[in-house]
């Protein structure tokens, strides 16, 4: 078991998903012009890829294949996939894949992105996505028990870019994740347009899956640095103890050039601060760095 590891932990791969299932590590991005390729790890340092998970010809969507993320439910394994700027949700039995669609269609008709699973305390999955309204914005809606169907006629605005942080280039809030804790809702998300060298990660609070939501007052809690930029389009999970929590996430290929983007992870952790709990990222790292 190695001690160390180095980012980027995948020399390829953008909007990262990592899923711990029966102590192993499941790596889901944006990786494929025709599909999403999924690596496995069982020490998050070294990983190997296994290959096509989900296949464009098992679902729909032609290209642009973005921000897969995954959820559970009775044995099952859901996708939430991005392609032609339009939400799916595609089935499989392993989270190797295939991932598959019995029926081929969109969640919603109308354009939408990065498509994130939160399920409450008491069973209801909702899931928080993006639109396009003059810029990225952010929403929720609750999903079907089968978790095929969006409510959308009852979808719920959340917030846009409108904090200096957020605003270097676009009007841009996407990738939507969320944590509970201690009945507080920490949404956290991406700000400016992912080329930009100031894409960066912040989060939001509530004491309702559906708002209102108020911004950290200081975020960014994850950014660029002299050595790495455009951090963002992240997810959190915990390691197999289910203590540790850790934050995947993307980065330029270097700081001056943007693709291919680069799958990172850095150590995250819930600190108190004056009486209240605070979400921290330990990054992002360069170089080799200790194994939490």
């Known amino acids: 078991m190695k001690k160390t590891y180095c980012n980027p932990v995948c020399e390829e791969g953008a909007d990262p998903f990592i899923l711990e299932h029966e102590g192993t590590y499941y790596l889901y991005s944006t990786n494929s012009p025709d599909g999403f390729r999924v690596f496995v790890s069982d020490d998050l340092a070294t990983w190997e890829e296994k290959g096509y998970c989900l296949k464009k010809e098992d679902v729909k969507g032609e290209g642009g294949f973005w921000a897969p993320e995954i959820t559970v439910k009775d044995g099952k394994f859901y996708m939430v996939y991005v392609a032609d700027e339009h939400l799916g949700v595609a089935v499989s039995d392993s989270p190797l894949g295939p991932f598959r669609q019995e029926e081929k269609r969109w969640l919603s008709e109308r354009n939408a992105i990065d498509g994130h699973f939160f399920v409450d305390d008491d069973g209801t999955t909702y899931l928080y996505y993006v639109r396009f309204d003059n810029g990225n914005v952010l929403y929720v809606a609750k999903m079907s028990d089968d978790l095929t169907s969006l409510d959308e006629e009852h979808e719920t605005f959340l917030f846009r870019a409108d904090k200096e942080w957020e605003l270097h280039d676009c009007e841009v809030v996407e990738g939507p994740f969320v944590l509970k804790r201690n009945g507080t ?91 209240k709990e605070i979400l921290v990222v330990h990054g992002p790292t360069f170089g080799e760095t200790p194994l939490f």
Do not use: M, W
Not at 200 to 229: M, W
Not at 262 to 269: K, L
């Open 185 to 275: 809702y920490f949404l956290t998300y991406s700000a400016n347009h992912t080329r930009s060298p100031y894409y960066a990660v912040g989060y939001a609070t509530s004491d309702s899956p559906t708002g209102p939501f108020t911004k950290y007052e200081n975020n960014p809690i994850l950014h660029k640095t002299d050595k790495v930029h455009g951090v963002g389009h992240h997810s959190l999970f915990y390691k197999a103890d289910g203590k540790t929590l850790v934050c995947v996430y993307h980065r330029h290929f270097s700081t001056s050039q943007f693709t291919p983007r680069q799958t990172c992870i850095d150590r995250a952790e819930f600190v108190e601060q004056d009486g």
